[in-house]
């Protein structure tokens, strides 16, 4: 079958294994001389990649709930659309939400995702109390912060590296409310947002769209837009209308003109809109997801997600070069994301640190490698990192040069047998 993450590129022709129980996995890894774990596929370039893959989404049983403390313990290939169906209504939420429900729990485990709360809550990885994962032998290992902790820091965002996640147990949060309390917030340009960011600190989601197409003075003008859970209106919510792109666009739709109108359009309209208002948690945390395969807008060629993050100290200084670069080389982004993340975990390669992170999407285009490795360069210039789970392209040494227990890793894959077994593009390309 053709293959890709949510970007559609790269895409490959790759052999698909599912797997529907312990055993049957434990046979495919005999047998299979190397491969990858492939969740809902929404990592946008080549993490989830490789000429054989194992599908883990008829792996999506509910093993067990205690109603009182919140605790889930589910398969893999559970996703978060099905904790919300089956939860929210009975007062609970998953605790870091990333801007998509259509992901598989052992995808979010994998990447270690990071929600609009990160400042506030860290990543998933806080809140997983216990992973089961196979290994390369067939051997199941249970891992914790308490038992197993290595198993468990390379596994929290190790890319499907150490090992298939069998089951997770999951903290789940209570909640009030099936709605969101809702703030919007224009910022001008780059100094305001990241005031107005800084202001705000306290709100439990935050996260900004940016204009990165503004330049000069309006550069980095965006809209933050701010949330809490609401106090009522039930557990229950309309599901909202969803659209579907039919068929992929041709890929001049998005062009420069486009883009620009597309980006004025919305910074009006949300500027006009009211300051605060009533939403659903559907359309707070997953606006994206309203217009399904939305990824085919960009095109045949498909599209890359560019997401980094910078320190703190770097943060108005860093972002402000790096938008100008962007909004000089005319190719895009169509969105712009800022988010302000909390404090780094100890787990190996987990993305998030203190400071700044911006994802910025691009439409795959001859020009856009050129920026991008400029863009590289100042990201690390500036001590940030890349966000693996949304690459296709970086080097083995910006990311050798990034992620400080890189090395760690690695050895600790070679120890356990786990480079002969678990393999990716991706960990092919970053020598991982
Ligand atoms: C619209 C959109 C918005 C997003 N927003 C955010 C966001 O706000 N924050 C954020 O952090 N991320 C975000 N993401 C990225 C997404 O959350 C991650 O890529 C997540 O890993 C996808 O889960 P998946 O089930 O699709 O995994 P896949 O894409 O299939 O796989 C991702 C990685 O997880 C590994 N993996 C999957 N299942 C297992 C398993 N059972 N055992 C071991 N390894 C496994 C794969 O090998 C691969 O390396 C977004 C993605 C999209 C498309």
Not at 360 to 365: E, P
């Amino acid at each position: 079958m053709r293959l890709c993450g949510w970007g559609r590129y790269p895409q490959i022709e790759a052999s698909p294994h599912t797997f529907e129980s312990g055993e049957e996995l434990a046979a495919l890894l005999a047998r299979l001389p190397d491969c990858i774990v492939h969740g809902a596929g929404r990592s946008y370039g080549d993490a989830a990649l490789n000429p054989r893959v194992i599908l883990s989404r008829r792996f999506d049983r509910l093993l067990d709930f205690d109603p009182q403390t919140g605790l889930v313990v589910c398969e893999s290939g559970v996703s978060l659309k099905d904790l919300l169906e089956v939860f929210l209504p009975r007062g609970w939420l998953p605790p870091v939400l990333p801007g998509t429900k259509y992901v598989t729990v052992g995808g979010a485990v994998a990447s270690d995702i990071h929600g609009k709360n990160h400042h506030l809550a860290g990543c998933i990885s806080e809140y997983v109390r216990g992973l089961e994962v196979m290994l390369a032998s067939g051997e199941v290992v249970r891992c914790s912060r308490e038992e197993n902790p290595a198993l468990f820091q390379a596994t929290c965002g190790g890319m499907g590296l150490t090992g298939v996640i069998l089951t997770v147990s999951l903290q789940l949060q209570r909640t009030a409310s099936a709605y969101m309390q809702e703030r919007l917030i224009p910022c001008a340009n780059l100094a305001e947002l990241v005031w107005r960011v800084e202001e705000e600190h306290g709100a439990a989601y935050s996260v900004a769209w940016v204009d990165a197409l503004a330049k000069g003075a309006f550069l980095g003008r965006g809209l933050l837009i701010l949330g809490e859970p609401a106090p009522g209106g039930g557990l229950r919510a309309p599901a909202g209308k969803t659209w579907s792109c039919p068929v992929e666009l041709p890929g001049f739709t998005l062009n420069r003109y486009s883009l620009a109108l597309f980006n004025r359009l919305y910074y009006l309209k949300a500027g006009a809109s009211a300051a605060a208002r009533l939403t659903t948690v559907d359309s707070f945390f997953f606006p994206l997801d309203r217009l399904r395969h939305w990824n085919r807008l960009y095109g045949r060629r498909g599209f890359m997600q560019y997401h980094f993050v910078l320190p703190q100290a770097a943060g108005l200084a860093g972002l402000g070069e790096i938008l100008a670069r962007v909004a000089a080389a005319g190719c895009g982004p169509f969105l712009a994301v800022l988010k302000r993340c909390g404090p780094a975990n100890d787990n190996f390669l987990s993305f998030p640190l203190a400071g700044y992170s911006l994802a910025l999407d691009f439409k795959i285009q001859p020009q856009l490698f050129p920026l991008l490795s400029a863009l590289d360069s100042m990201v690390l210039a500036y001590g940030g990192r890349h966000y693996l789970t949304k690459d296709a392209r970086l080097s083995a040494e910006v990311v050798r040069r990034s992620y400080p227990r890189r090395d760690e890793f690695l050895q600790w894959r070679e120890r356990l047998g786990l480079r002969r077994k678990f393999n990716s593009l991706l960990s092919r390309r970053l020598e991982l």
